[in-house]
Each structure stands twice: as structure tokens, then as C-alpha cells.
């Protein structure tokens, strides 16, 4: 028994730090974790706090610590989800996939510019963010549940996805507390009104125009 107790105690020993560290390095006031093999980085929080990201925040495309580089591919979940005070943030080409959370009630960030190559926007990615426009790449192949829920002062989305039915689209993406829609538009590629409507996004825009 008491040989037993020792181990789950050295166990436990092992465990806390793991827990309380949530990144594995920082570099220029940016957090990051890797995967298992190490093969990219990915932007995170600071911790057991969250994170406390304020102001303009660059993601670089690759970040080098101990001499290895890592491609930047990813923002992980509620890796700047409430930080009340950032105000932009440019992600670079690199970042195919924004996780769960990632943003949610950045009530000050007032405008993003989504990379060309992301084909990801996670759970409740932006719900609460304050910007008025958002253009979502033509290679977003899934959009997950609440993504831009409750984004009471957006009024136009970009939506470049050519076909919205080979979109994998969630529950609420861009619903609203209040349901009033009446002063959205959603702009689409030429010819693409009717695919828009047949696949449901006109529940949550007043108007669908074409681009």
C-alpha cells in the first residue's frame, strides 16, 4: 500500500506542472504549443489565467525557438477568447484552421482579415466580436456550430465559397439573440444566390447579393 501511495504521489508530482504550463514557448509576446511531432505551432493562451493578449497582435508564419522552426498552422481554441483589449490582429497565410473559441467577446477587436488559406472556422470562433464585416476565404470547407453568433454590429458578409452544399456548415452560425437580420447582407459570388437560400444562409441575412 505505501509503495503503491508513492508512486500516485510521484505521479502527481509529474502531472502539476504539465497542467499549469499551457504553452511551450513564447516568442515576441505570442504563445505557442507544437503538436506531438513537432512538425507546426500553434497559437494558444498564457495558461491557467487565459490569455492577456491587448492591443495590434502579429501571428508570424513561422516561429523559430532552439534553433527549430515551425510553420505557425493554427490559432488553438480560447487562445484569445475575452481579451477585452486587443484591437487587431493580422494572421499570417499559413494558418489553415481557427479552433473553438478562439476569439470569442473580443469585444474591441473591430475588424479581421481571415487568411486565403483557411478551410476551418471552429465552434464559437468569433461569437460576441464587435467587427462589422468579415469575409470568409473560398476554401472554407467547414464552419462550425455559433461561429458568429451574437455579432450584433456585423452587417455585411463576404462569403466567397462558390458552393455553399460542399460547405459543411453548423447549427446558428450567424444567429442573433434578438433575431432582427433585417440590416445584413450576405454577399456572394456571381450566380450563387440560389445555392445560398437552397442551403439556408438567408435565415440570418435581411438581403443575399451577388459580389
Given at each position: 500500500?505505501?509503495?503503491?501511495?508513492?508512486?500516485?504521489?510521484?505521479?502527481?508530482?509529474?502531472?502539476?506542472?504539465?497542467?499549469?504550463?499551457?504553452?511551450?514557448?513564447?516568442?515576441?509576446?505570442?504563445?505557442?504549443?507544437?503538436?506531438?511531432?513537432?512538425?507546426?505551432?500553434?497559437?494558444?493562451?498564457?495558461?491557467?489565467?487565459?490569455?492577456?493578449?491587448?492591443?495590434?497582435?502579429?501571428?508570424?508564419?513561422?516561429?523559430?525557438?532552439?534553433?527549430t522552426?515551425?510553420?505557425?498552422?493554427?490559432i488553438?481554441?480560447?487562445?484569445?477568447?475575452?481579451?477585452?483589449?486587443?484591437?487587431?490582429?493580422?494572421?499570417?497565410?499559413?494558418?489553415?484552421?481557427?479552433?473553438?473559441?478562439?476569439?470569442?467577446?473580443?469585444?474591441?477587436?473591430?475588424?479581421?482579415?481571415?487568411?486565403?488559406?483557411?478551410?476551418?472556422?471552429?465552434?464559437?470562433?468569433?461569437?460576441?466580436?464587435?467587427?462589422?464585416?468579415?469575409?470568409?476565404?473560398?476554401?472554407?470547407?467547414?464552419?462550425?456550430m455559433?461561429?458568429?453568433?451574437?455579432?450584433?454590429?456585423?452587417?455585411?458578409?463576404?462569403?466567397?465559397?462558390?458552393d455553399?452544399?460542399?460547405?459543411?456548415i453548423?447549427?446558428?452560425?450567424?444567429?442573433?439573440?434578438?433575431?432582427?437580420?433585417?440590416?445584413?447582407?450576405?454577399?456572394?459570388?456571381?450566380?450563387?444566390?440560389?445555392?445560398?437560400?437552397?442551403?439556408?444562409?438567408?435565415?440570418?441575412?435581411g438581403?443575399?447579393?451577388?459580389?
Amino acid at each position: 500500500m505505501k509503495h503503491l501511495i508513492k508512486k500516485s504521489l510521484l505521479l502527481l508530482a509529474f502531472c502539476l506542472p504539465l497542467a499549469a504550463a499551457a504553452y511551450d514557448f513564447e516568442v515576441g509576446g505570442v504563445y505557442y504549443i507544437t503538436d506531438l511531432w513537432d512538425d507546426f505551432a500553434m497559437v494558444c493562451d498564457q495558461g491557467e489565467d487565459g490569455a492577456h493578449y491587448s492591443g495590434n497582435v502579429t501571428i508570424p508564419a513561422s516561429v523559430t525557438i532552439s534553433d527549430t522552426t515551425y510553420p505557425v498552422t493554427k490559432i488553438n481554441a480560447y487562445a484569445f477568447s475575452n481579451c477585452t483589449e486587443l484591437t487587431g490582429v493580422t494572421i499570417p497565410e499559413s494558418v489553415t484552421e481557427i479552433r473553438d473559441h478562439s476569439f470569442e467577446n473580443c469585444t474591441a477587436l473591430s475588424a479581421i482579415e481571415l487568411p486565403a488559406g483557411l478551410t476551418e472556422i471552429g465552434t464559437a470562433a468569433f461569437e460576441g466580436c464587435v467587427f462589422t464585416r468579415i469575409d470568409i476565404p473560398a476554401g472554407v470547407t467547414t464552419i462550425k456550430m455559433w461561429a458568429f453568433q451574437n455579432c450584433t454590429n456585423l452587417t455585411d458578409v463576404y462569403c466567397h465559397i462558390v458552393d455553399p452544399s460542399q460547405a459543411e456548415i453548423g447549427f446558428n452560425v450567424f444567429a442573433l439573440e434578438n433575431e432582427n437580420y433585417a440590416g445584413r447582407t450576405l454577399h456572394v459570388p456571381a450566380g450563387a444566390i440560389a445555392a445560398y437560400k437552397e442551403a439556408g444562409w438567408g435565415d440570418f441575412f435581411g438581403k443575399i447579393v451577388e459580389m
